[in-house]
């Protein structure tokens, strides 16, 4: 057995598997580590956002900011009573602007600048943007649909997407 | 006056070779010939694994049929005549353990403690205290208390009896089954004679050549059974409503002609109509319910015939029963219809209320492999979010819950690559993007995001470039509807408040 240390004193300082490897390239060396690695690699691509021709457009975005768990059940009934409506759907039939399509819904961040609540008109902002939430679902908007006031739903912030040329021939 | 039948529509695909009652396909290759009415029947039985018991005359071919089936299906097989069978012959010697607190059994070749699949041939002829063990046998798959682990078949064979033995015809000793114990059996099946037999089948049964020769399964016996089984499961698990309603409505018609069907023998009617719904890709067919119907009755293994007149009343008033609103006849129609665009487009096209719309959805994605789900929602969601389709809320939010993950894709895909080789692509990532490279335009785009759905979520696709086709005549369904929809609500003056 030839020592190391000798090894590297003939061979310019490589260790003997080095010397060896080097030697014989064409030969696959079992060193008794693993044999194969695992390689990684992203696919990412987005219909809801980016500009691909199949792009589903953002109609809206909807939510109330403000901190969560707040009675927003409560205080959407005071300001449909305000407003001077009967039930949330004779609103809907009223406000002007609420979407008469089906549209896809997600979950999205609302800032905590987007209406304050104060200002001209921000009851009936407000009221819309209720409406809306109370006829999402978990994943679309349906303008057929009765209005559902709950405070889980009027503390979501929903983006609003319409398939637009999702289907279209080029 | 004429009668009308129920429409029988095309073979699905995936079962084309096999038509209920009419094109057999496995007995005959194992050489088995003259079953071709009851293969169906026979084929449940091995799906449900729930006891089957044969009643035929002498040389029918009982015994043979039951051996060959556990030879081709490579079972380990018990074969007891009950007639000469003694309890020793089941269990095995007892003896004492080392404790001397339990008894075990010295087991042999013939005890039936390994078998997989068991048959008790001449079940009628045995003394009345060994029916009580082959009670236990049938019905729970234990002896003694002791369960047989691997035991999945339980198989019986007899001769015709008759309640007034001495009657020309009759098989002496041949004595009718008891009443519990012929209730467990799921299917009870009577045997053609040489005289209910066609020419084809005597030809071959007259044949000596391939005596004696081990059953093979060449056919794919095993696979058929196998995959019959997972859907049997599945339908199991959620039994289609209008199965429930056959039974009932069969059971009470046939109990208003004073032919009692016990309570549990309705429910084993239910599962013996999802085990053929089960070969017959999940679909209900008018012929494969009525046939589960007629072999569904345990009367005949204590000597009493049903009425063909009364049962084939019974199963048509079921029928048209069940299906009579139309509804659940286009469902079952849509169900047969293998091709997805083809499903949208009737869907689009046909479905007469939005309830129904919701339904065939819901039916749809349950019968689609997860790849072929995705590009049906990816297809349909969005033409249900343009146009008003037929389709109720609860169709669209399943719709939305399978296309919401496929709209944004964002996933890290891991291969491993041999060390010291050349530098290798994600093998599935490469095959799909051959694929990509011969599309264009708009549909490429839709076709890219699909496949890294697909990629993202591991999901199984055979051939991507057909899958992309198919995918394409989906979308192609929705645009074309679409179109439709647009033009006449533009010629009759409508307008969406959007």
């Known amino acids: 057995m030839i020592a190391a240390e000798s090894y590297s004193c003939f061979h310019g300082g490589a260790t003997p598997w080095q010397w060896l490897r080097d030697l014989f390239p064409w030969v696959v060396w079992n060193t008794g580590g693993p044999r194969s690695r695992t390689r990684f690699t992203w696919v990412a691509s987005s219909v809801l956002a980016g500009h691909l021709p199949v792009q589903w457009s953002r109609e809206l975005t909807v939510g109330i900011p403000g901190k969560e768990n707040l009675d927003l059940v409560a205080r959407a009934y005071h300001t449909l009573e ?60 349906d303008p057929c649909k009765p209005v559902i006031w709950t405070n889980n739903r009027l503390n979501r912030g929903l983006a609003l997407y319409k398939p637009d040329r999702f289907l279209d021939e080029d | 006056m004429t009668e009308t039948k129920p429409k029988q529509r095309a073979v699905p695909a995936r079962h084309s070779k096999r038509t209920s009652g009419t094109a057999p396909r496995h007995l005959p290759t194992i050489g088995v010939y003259g079953y071709d009415n009851v293969e169906t029947i026979i084929l449940a039985a091995l799906v449900t694994e729930d006891p089957l018991l044969l009643i035929g005359k002498a040389g029918t071919g009982k015994t043979y049929l039951l051996n060959s089936l556990s030879e081709a299906l490579g079972l380990e097989h018990r074969h007891y005549n009950a007639s000469l069978i003694s309890f020793d012959d089941l269990v095995g010697f007892p003896y004492p353990e080392p404790d001397n607190r339990s008894v075990r059994y010295l087991e042999t070749p013939a005890t039936v403690w390994q078998a997989e699949s068991v048959l008790v041939d001449e079940i009628s002829r045995c003394k009345p205290e060994h029916q009580n063990r082959l009670f236990s046998l049938v019905h729970e798959r234990r002896i003694q208390g002791i369960r047989i682990g691997k ?9 015709p009896c008759d309640v007034d033995q001495g009657v020309a015809d009759s098989y002496e000793g041949s004595l009718p089954l008891d009443q519990a114990l012929a209730d467990r059996f799921a299917f009870v099946l009577e045997v053609p004679d040489w005289g209910e037999l066609g020419d084809d089948a005597r030809r071959r049964i007259a044949d000596p050549r391939g ?23 599945e339908l199991l698990h959620a039994p289609p409503e209008s199965a429930i309603r056959y039974s009932i409505t069969a059971a009470t018609l046939l109990g208003e ?22 070969l017959d890709g999940g679909v209900q067919r008018e012929e494969s319910f009525r046939l589960t119907l007629t072999w569904s009755f345990p009367h005949r293994a204590w000597g009493i015939r049903p009425d063909p007149g009364l049962v084939s009343a019974a199963h048509k008033a079921a029928w048209d029963h069940v299906f009579k609103d139309g509804a659940e006849l286009w469902l079952n129609e849509l169900a047969l219809e293998r091709r997805p665009d083809r499903k949208i487009r009737k869907i689009l096209a046909e479905s007469p209320d939005e309830d129904t719309g919701s339904l065939a959805v819901n039916q749809d994605l349950r019968h689609l492999s997860p790849a072929r789900q995705a590009a049906y929602a990816l297809a349909l969601y969005p033409a249900t979010l343009e146009g008003h389709a037929p389709i109720g809320r609860e169709g669209v939010a399943e719709l939305a819950e399978v296309a919401e993950p496929i709209l944004e894709v964002n996933a890290q895909l891991r291969w491993q690559e041999r060390l010291g080789g050349a530098s290798t692509d994600h093998p599935e990532l490469s095959r799909l993007s051959k694929v990509l490279s011969q599309r264009r ?38 645009r074309e509807w679409l179109r439709r929809r647009n033009n006449g609500k533009g010629s009759s003056g409508k307008k969406g408040k959007g």
């Open chain 2, 151 to 159: 035991l999945r078949y339980r198989w019986a064979a007899m001769n």
């Open chain 2, 257 to 278: 002609g004073e032919f009692r069907l016990s309570p549990r023998r309705v429910r084993q009617l239910t599962r013996n109509l999802l085990a053929v719904m089960a």
């Open chain 1, 82 to 141: 305000n407003l001077g409506y009967r039930d949330p759907d004779e609103a809907a039939q009223a406000l002007p602007l609420i979407p008469g399509h089906r549209l896809h819904c997600r979950r999205v961040k609302i800032g905590s600048r987007r209406h304050s609540g104060k200002g001209p008109r921000a009851a009936e902002r407000f009221l819309f943007e209720a409406l809306i939430l109370g006829r999402c679902s978990q994943t679309f908007y």
């Open chain 2, 441 to 478: 335009g708009n549909r490429l785009h839709r076709a890219r995001q699909l496949f890294y759905h697909i990629l993202a979520h591991d999901l199984a696709l055979d051939e991507p470039d057909a899958f992309e086709e198919e995918f394409n005549r989906c979308v192609a369904a929705c």
């Open chain 2, 211 to 233: 005596e004696g020769v081990i059953s093979e399964d060449t056919t794919g016996l095993r696979e058929t059974v196998e995959a019959g089984r997972e859907k049997y499961l």
